[in-house]
């Protein structure tokens, strides 16, 4: 009997590996091509039918085949993922690259960063021309980003310690991605409009936002937006300063909790108003902070 559920996941899978942007491919332990994407065809300048059952070495470009040879062999015999960037002389671009083993084989993916390694030059060029910044960036406690919205979805191109240790992140799990990451289920919205308001405008923005850690711990993020521009007015960055001021929120809203609390003991205690024919009494009640309360009173 045919699994059709079987039948049904397989197609799932090979529909989703041909929408992916990355080129992926996989080989069998003889090296001989078991599956190709059409992103790998176009990265391999040859179509999939020539190549299934062929041998990688004998068919792949020579230098794929003079660099990673090692690499390959062993992810098959440590059963390890590995993952490096290489520039490509033949296609003139950089890639990532990452070798995954597979059940009798491995799969290799390559994702096309030459836009963000020309980015990452470009803001190096803009460092240098500073050095002290450049050791005041890298080496502060408080969280630094850099993202670049001249690329799709103005992703993070270059995160400091700082940043890494407030988060708990790595940079290699940031870089390439927008910082929405750190927004979580009771992220105030509002502020995140106020923020993409002003980064649409290109000016700059500080607020407090409830952000995630990694391991899902909330924090308050005192976040400062500020955009970089060339000397035309284009703009080239926006630079992110973050600063965990969660011990003071917390604060602020116990004292708020305690100042509410005072006001109601307080009201409690206050005494009834006093009416009769012939006294009227006009009273003043001056609620303090250290539930005490002062009273002025005239009669007449």
């Known amino acids: 009997m045919v699994d059709h559920r079987m039948d049904q996941t397989a197609l799932q899978a090979v529909s989703i590996l041909e929408s992916i942007s990355e080129a992926f ?15 790998a065809e176009r990265f391999i300048r040859r179509n999939r039918h020539e190549l299934i059952g062929k041998i990688m070495w004998e068919e792949f470009p020579e230098d794929f085949c003079t660099k990673y040879a090692n690499d390959t062999r062993r992810v098959l015999k440590e059963q390890v993922s590995i993952e490096l960037e290489d ?49 005041a960036v890298a080496n502060t406690t408080t969280g630094v980003t850099i993202s670049n919205p001249r690329l799709p979805d103005n ?45 649409n405008k290109g000016v700059p923005v500080t607020v407090e936002m409830l952000n995630y850690r990694k391991d899902g711990e909330p ?33 602020e809203q116990q004292l708020k909790k305690e ?34 309360g002062i009273c002025t009173a005239g009669m007449k």
């Open 259 to 292: 100042l509410e609390f005072a006001k109601h003991v307080q009201q409690s205690v206050l005494s009834p108003s006093l009416v009769t024919r012939y006294i009227e009494i006009d009273a003043a009640y001056i609620p303090s902070e250290q539930l005490a």
């Open 87 to 135: 520039y490509f002389s033949s296609l003139n671009k950089w890639f990532l690259v990452r070798l995954s083993p597979i059940e009798n084989g491995l799969c290799i993916y390559f994702r096309d960063i030459t836009k963000l390694k020309q980015s990452h030059l470009e803001l190096l060029q803009t460092l240098e021309k500073n050095a002290q910044m450049i050791s």
């Open 219 to 251: 924090f308050w993020n005192e976040l400062s937006i500020t955009p970089v521009f060339d000397e035309e007015g284009k703009l080239l960055y926006f630079v992110g300063l973050q600063i965990d001021v969660t011990r003071r929120k917390l604060a």
């Open 155 to 199: 992703p993070l191109i270059y995160v400091n310690e700082g940043f890494t240790r407030l988060t708990g992140y790595s940079k290699e799990e940031v870089l390439q991605k927008n910082s929405r990451f750190l927004q979580g289920k009771n992220t105030d919205l509002a502020t995140v409009n106020q923020v993409r308001e002003a980064m």
């Open 25 to 39: 491919f996989s080989i069998d332990n003889a090296w001989r091509f078991t599956y190709l994407n059409k992103e």
